[in-house]
């Protein structure tokens, strides 16, 4: 099978081997300014200050690029980086993926344009086999987020995960969390701890599958899904990975369910985690 990462992803390096009360007579606090929405938070057409990733980039036209930049408040957004390919331009070495960036930028089209992007810093770079996790964790934002579809707990989530693949966490529990999360924001993860056929709670010992749309059902002799015991669903739902058979069973549990919801579109870094028997 083919290891090139996809076309729209930065490629990876070469692999290496291997987020009762106070006295009456005090008076009330005052109320708490509710957080502003996204929308609030824009001037006319101007975004500023707001946290970043970049996902992927690619050239356009001579000295500029295109990036897909996942933001805590707007989602995944579309930018041109006016001459960032230039020698000389500033932001040259902050575009880069997996660093914590303040972005800002102008326009009310689906394609708008970068004005300032600065590091932020505080984060450990990725190496070796967690760099390709963050490269698959980018794909999956990529292919699974609409663009203009604010997440900001998949946000935090991410900027978390990032952190613990630096922190040498075991990459297999890590990735499954966040496979996990990242279904459950977009609003197709299906609640593991009930069985769709009788709406009873999963039991331990029962085996099952999970439909994709719906969720677990007991196992059928003709069923092509994957099989799975109760114990490793409701393993998942807490986010317990100690047991080995819950590794082992959620890794192609959730390779079933990510596959599903993509359509067939395939995910490049995931095979070369695959060859490398790290995913």
């Known amino acids: 099978m083919s290891t090139t990462p996809d076309a729209t992803l930065d490629a990876p390096p070469a692999a290496a081997p291997v987020d009762a009360g106070a006295p009456a007579a005090t008076a009330a606090a005052p109320a708490k300014r509710p957080r502003a929405s996204s929308r609030e938070r824009t001037v006319g057409t101007k975004v500023a200050g707001q946290p970043a990733f970049v996902l992927h980039s690619y050239p356009y036209k001579e000295t500029s690029l295109i990036i897909d930049l996942f933001t805590r408040d707007f989602g995944r957004v579309a930018l041109i980086a006016k001459g960032a390919k230039r020698p000389h331009s500033q932001l040259r070495g902050v575009l880069q993926t997996f660093q914590p960036l303040s972005s800002s930028w102008v326009g009310k089209s689906e394609l708008r344009t970068l004005t300032d992007a600065e590091w932020v810093g505080g984060m450990l770079p990725l190496e070796k086999t967690a760099l390709l996790c963050g490269f698959y964790l980018n794909e999956l934002?990529?292919?699974?987020?609409?663009?203009?579809?604010?997440?900001?707990a998949l946000f935090d989530h991410y900027v978390s995960t990032l952190n613990q693949l630096a922190h040498n966490e075991p990459a297999p529990i890590v990735l499954r969390k966040f496979e996990r999360a990242l279904l459950k924001e977009t609003g197709v993860a299906a609640d593991l701890t009930r069985c769709v056929e009788t709406r009873r709670s999963v039991q331990a010992g029962v085996i099952y599958v999970v439909d994709p749309e719906r969720g677990p059902r007991p196992e059928r002799a003709s069923d092509p899904w994957p099989r799975v015991a109760g114990k490793t669903l409701l393993d998942m739902e807490c986010e317990n990975y100690e047991d080995v058979a819950t590794q082992v069973q959620s890794k192609q549990l959730m390779r079933f369910l990510v596959a599903h919801h993509l359509n067939g579109a395939p995910l490049n870094t995931r095979q070369i985690l695959i060859d490398l028997s790290q995913l």
């Open 141 to 152: 934002l990529v292919k699974l987020l609409a663009r203009d579809d604010a997440h900001p």
